[in-house]
Nanobody, 122 residues
Framework: QVLLVESGGGSVQAGGSLRVSCSNSGYIGRKWMGWFRQAPGKEREGVAAIWAGGGSPAYADSVKGRFTISRDVAKATLYLQMNSLKPEDSAMYYC????????????????WGQGTQVTVSS
């Protein structure tokens, strides 16, 4: 059984930074992991994804150059460092694991965390 638990969300002013984390219990090996976000009234949006086996991470255009996804396989933890935050980044941020298909489609991910709220004020 895979259990994903997010932490590190909170409130910050525009231009600030936050780091959210996702701890994983249960074996997923080097399979893909990613971050999604969902604001009220909007669809769940892929933010970033990473494969522990190598290669460059993938990012949504809206966060490129501001967000960095990383993964510590030994600690079974996924991170999302968010810099230069904007009010439009406000959303519930979800961790996902084990991908089959395009990383941008939330339906292609097998496991999900409960989410952590990020709020950016102007």
């Amino acid at each position: 059984q895979v259990l994903l638990v997010e932490s590190g969300g909170g409130s910050v002013q525009a231009g600030g930074s936050l780091r959210v984390s996702c701890s994983n219990s249960g074996y997923i090996g080097r399979k893909w992991m990613g971050w999604f976000r969902q604001a009220p009234g909007k669809e769940r949006e892929g933010v970033a994804a990473i494969w522990a086996g190598g290669g460059s991470p993938a990012y949504a255009d809206s966060v490129k150059g501001r967000f960095t996804i990383s993964r510590d396989v030994a600690k079974a933890t996924l991170y999302l460092q968010m810099n230069s935050l904007k009010p439009e980044d406000s959303a519930m941020y979800y961790c996902a694991a084990v991908l089959s298909g395009s990383w941008r489609e939330w339906t292609n991910w097998r496991y999900w965390g409960q989410g952590t709220q990020v709020t950016v004020s102007s």
